[in-house]
């Protein structure tokens, strides 16, 4: 199978080693000559250019690209008019959907195929495996199944959910998309036509921003449980607390998160991640606390509004993370100058 990797960033360059690990070759390409030498090393082929990469690959060629989303378009543009019927281009990034379905019609004038394949793991899909959600042509995910299997965790054991049994014996035999029904149970899932696997994986960082923004407002509340035992201005400007000794307590954040990790309603892997920060930093004092937004939650709140759809949570989150930035500075001062307008009120320092 003629594979190649171009993007050999924080998660392009462990995707490639996971292959080889699992016996599959690839051949690389990065603008960063170094990124390549790294994985020709230990293996890989690499390539100095794109035309190189294309020049050295056997027919059918598979390009899998792991690319910032706002530079895929400039790339596709590049490979191309390099390459022959029957290959295929596969966006692993964060593309939006409404892309993927404009290129895969595009490419296909040309006879090229294109996958839209939604990637989470992060810099642990290494070790973990990668979560992967396909958009594209059933013939061309089927042929690739090799690639995604050794990306994907595998049949891991899971907490009580569905099994691939029952599942099988509620809907016989193969799913609308030809893969079966138990390829989700091994981490990777053909979701439908051109854009569908960026439309799920934009919904899922929808809800990673919402599960992640609950833990971050749970734990400030915890950090802030010993507020009775501040001394507290008593003026016109502050709100009283009623009954400051029922907020005594200086919790171990770190030993939280580590309990909670065990047999608790709400574990997951984010958990497992605020606990492995908390217990490397207790206070946090390495970060700002400045959240970007790479753009899936402010689409995913898009497809709600077209979909008449509420996600309260979803956009609450997303807002936060504007905030977090200073967005909200020339609000919060209008705030403040409408309170001394109307009231006199004085900002306290």
């Avoid at 960033?9 to 000559?33: C, E, K, W, Y």
């Avoid at 490419?107 to 979560?131: F, M, N, Q």
């Avoid at 091994?186 to 696997?197: D, I, S, Y």
């Avoid at 930035?325 to 307008?341: I, T, V």
Wanted: aromatic content about 8%; hydrophobic content about 45%; some cysteine.
């Amino acid at each position: 199978m003629s594979f190649a990797m171009v993007g050999l960033g924080r998660m392009g360059a462990n995707m490639v080693t996971r292959l080889q690990r699992a016996g599959l070759s690839s051949f690389v390409f990065d603008i960063n000559p170094q990124a390549v030498a790294t994985l020709t090393a230990a293996g890989a082929t690499g390539a100095a250019s794109i035309a190189d990469l294309v020049a050295m690959m056997p027919q059918p060629r598979t390009i899998w690209l792991m690319l910032p989303a706002a530079i895929v378009d400039r790339q596709i543009a590049q490979l191309a008019p390099l390459l022959a019927a029957g290959d295929t281009i596969i966006d692993g990034g964060n593309s939006r959907y409404h892309d993927d379905i404009r290129r895969a019609a595009e490419l296909k004038a040309s006879g090229i195929h294109y996958l839209d394949v939604g990637t989470s793991g992060g810099v642990w899909g290494l070790e973990r495996g990668y979560c992967l959600m396909i958009g594209g042509e059933p013939g061309v995910v089927a042929r690739l199944a090799p690639i995604f299997g050794a990306l994907a965790p595998g049949d891991q054991a899971l907490g009580p959910g569905p099994s691939a049994l029952s599942r099988s014996e509620n809907q016989p035999g193969p799913s609308p998309q030809g893969q079966g029904p138990d390829t989700a149970r091994h981490g990777w899932l053909h979701c439908g036509p051109a854009g569908a696997g960026h439309f799920v994986k934009m919904i899922h960082n929808g809800i990673e921003y919402g599960l992640m923004a609950a833990y971050a407002e749970g734990f400030n509340i915890l950090e802030h449980a010993n507020v009775g035992a501040a001394d507290h201005t008593h003026d016109a400007e502050t709100t009283p607390i009623a009954h400051p000794e029922h907020y005594r307590y200086d919790f171990d954040l770190a030993a939280i998160a580590e309990v909670w990790r065990h047999g608790s309603v709400i574990s997951s892997w984010l958990l497992d991640l605020t606990a492995k920060a908390l217990s490397e930093s207790g206070d946090l004092a390495g970060f700002a606390g400045r959240v970007s937004d790479s753009g899936e939650g402010r689409w995913t709140i898009e497809a709600a509004i077209d979909e008449a759809v509420p996600a309260n949570v979803l956009a609450a989150a997303l807002f936060a993370r504007f905030s977090s930035r200073g967005e909200s500075d020339f609000g919060d001062k209008l705030l403040s100058a409408l309170r001394m307008q109307f009231g006199g009120h004085h900002e306290k320092k």
